[in-house]
């Protein structure tokens, strides 16, 4: 067992809090939440402050004596310690989904299709919920142009303290938390909307730090993962054996990366890739979250035992196609319980995301903007 910033370790790998009944670290542990999440009063804040990203650099702890006006926490003349969370105004309900008088601040990473639609729903439907929207960033600044009001334009992603949210929605690229995700909790909770960069196990390891050491939330979207809850509550109860995910689309919707990129179709319908999580999520990042979604539904799994399978399907073209398998350990007659989901979302000619998803994105957003800034991975 070795301590790191205040954090437990097991062979230099991050596991969580230590348990000290058996003296061993208890696994990360993530937490389901229903769609759309819990309509409860938050608790939402950011530590404030500006500063530059560094990439590579190790996120460091708050020390109470140094920075007395952290989130985390405040320590008193007397060394007593009292939650910020009981410092912040008291939440009062209100019409619809706004429960607080503040709004919600909300920073969007990417302006693809997805974050455009998560801006105009921020801009026309935000303000009735208690949400405002505080920057948005894309890589490319001029996607922005004539369409984002210049003051939320957000040119530097270092300067992102600088707006003081309390949420951050990537929907870039899953580069994007690999290299800012940890220093982004530091302000705000964080929704992942790339779940595919949490197959890097560095990465894992450097968000769970981050959202203890600052105590902001790693939310993750389930996006076009169906029956996530029912997943979750079977591989807790002891009751999952395999779980295999398929994704089918035309070849022109894809975005592969690396030797995967090379692979043609040989035929009207061709499997790229056929084999573990992990494996797929460098090669294929933008296509293969939902696979993602469902490793981390299923940690008895993991990213290394659920199965996922990319398929090229020429007449795909205007749609996505995920089947999700499922089954559980022989009964004491030999039958297992087994569960084939078949999801079929529209989408444009060569999207990456389908409609529908775009839809349960925007519910997920909703449901972890009312919802405590609780350390650790959450899917919503």
């Not at 022989?330 to 087994?338: D, E, I, Q, T, V």
Request: aromatic share 6%.
């Amino acid at each position: 067992m070795q301590r790191r910033n205040g954090l437990d370790t097991w062979g230099g790998r991050h596991t969580g809090p230590w348990n000290p009944k058996t003296s061993r670290p208890l696994p990360p542990r993530i937490l389901i939440l229903p769609p759309g999440g819990a309509p409860t009063p938050p608790s939402l804040g950011h530590s404030g402050g500006g500063g530059g990203f560094q990439r590579g650099s190790r996120v460091k702890c708050p020390k109470f004596s140094r920075c007395p006006n952290l989130v985390c926490g405040v320590r008193w003349g007397d060394g007593r310690q009292q939650a910020a969370a009981e410092l912040r105004p008291q939440a009062t309900k209100s019409k619809g989904m706004a429960f607080n008088t503040v709004p919600r601040k909300v920073g969007i990473l990417g302006y693809g299709r997805l974050g455009q639609s998560l801006v105009s729903h921020l801009l026309t439907q935000g303000p009735e919920l208690g949400l405002e929207l505080v920057f948005v960033w894309n890589r490319d600044p001029g996607r922005m142009a004539g369409s984002v009001p210049p003051t939320l334009q957000l040119q530097n992603l270092a300067a992102l303290g600088e707006r003081h949210p309390d949420l951050v929605v990537e929907v870039a690229h899953p580069k994007i938390i690999h290299e800012s995700g940890a220093e982004i909790l530091r302000y705000a909770n964080l929704l992942v909307g790339s779940p595919s960069a949490l197959a890097d196990q560095a990465t894992e390891r450097q968000l769970l730090e981050a959202s203890h050491c600052w105590g902001h939330a790693v939310f993750v979207a389930r996006g076009a993962l169906w029956g996530t809850e029912d997943i979750a509550r079977l591989d807790k109860a002891g009751g999952l054996q395999s779980l295999r995910v398929t994704m089918a689309t035309h070849p022109d919707g894809f975005r592969l990366e690396g030797p995967l990129a090379t692979v043609h179709s040989t035929g009207p319908r061709t499997v790229l890739y056929e084999g573990p999580v992990r494996g797929l999520c460098p090669l294929a990042p933008r296509n293969s979250n939902t696979m993602a979604a469902a490793a981390l539904a299923a940690p008895s799994l993991g990213f290394d035992r659920v199965i996922g399978v990319l398929v090229a399907d020429f007449s795909l073209k205007d749609m996505h196609v995920v089947d999700v398998e499922l089954s559980g350990p022989p009964g004491p007659k030999g039958r297992s319980f087994a569960v084939h989901t078949h999801r079929e979302n529209p989408s444009e000619p060569g999207a990456v995301t389908g409609s529908a998803t775009i839809t349960t994105f925007w519910r997920s957003l909703l449901g972890c903007c009312h919802l405590p800034s609780k350390p650790g991975i959450h899917l919503c």
